[in-house]
């Protein structure tokens, strides 16, 4: 929460100590979010499109970014190179998956 300081005088501060400080307090301005705190895309769409879609599409991005366990050496290196087209980066394999997860 931010602090503001600001003469006693006026209408914020009516009746209690007319010449000193009052110190007021104002309320933060981010909110808790149900998703886990993904907000990430919701700056690059700006107002647009509603807050369901924005979080369905962050969900769908994080998990097509992540890195996947390889089919062929078990290791935690596959990488997404386009849709549908994975590369393990331990083994050097590329293969067929789905479009944004293996």
């Known amino acids: 929460m ?7 005088l006026g209408p914020l501060n009516p ?10 307090k104002k309320q933060s301005t981010t909110r808790n979010c149900k ?3 993904l907000t990430m ?8 499109y509603g807050r ?7 969900l769908i991005e ?3 970014r992540a890195k996947h366990k390889c089919p062929y050496c078990n290791k935690q290196a596959v990488k997404r ?3 549908g087209i ?13 479009a944004y997860t293996l």
Do not use: D
């Not at 931010?2 to 006693?8: L, N």
């Not at 009746?15 to 007021?24: A, C, D, E, V």
């Not at 895309?41 to 647009?48: C, L, M, Y």
């Open 2 to 8: 931010e602090a503001i300081i600001t003469s006693g």
């Open 15 to 24: 009746g209690s100590n007319p010449g000193g400080p009052t110190l007021i």
């Open 35 to 37: 998703s886990g705190g």
């Open 41 to 48: 895309p919701t700056k690059r769409f700006g107002p647009r």
């Open 52 to 58: 369901k879609p924005k979080v369905k599409f962050s």
């Open 62 to 64: 994080t998990q097509q």
């Open 81 to 83: 190179v386009a849709m």
């Open 86 to 98: 994975w590369s393990c980066s331990k083994c050097e394999v590329k293969f067929a998956g789905k």
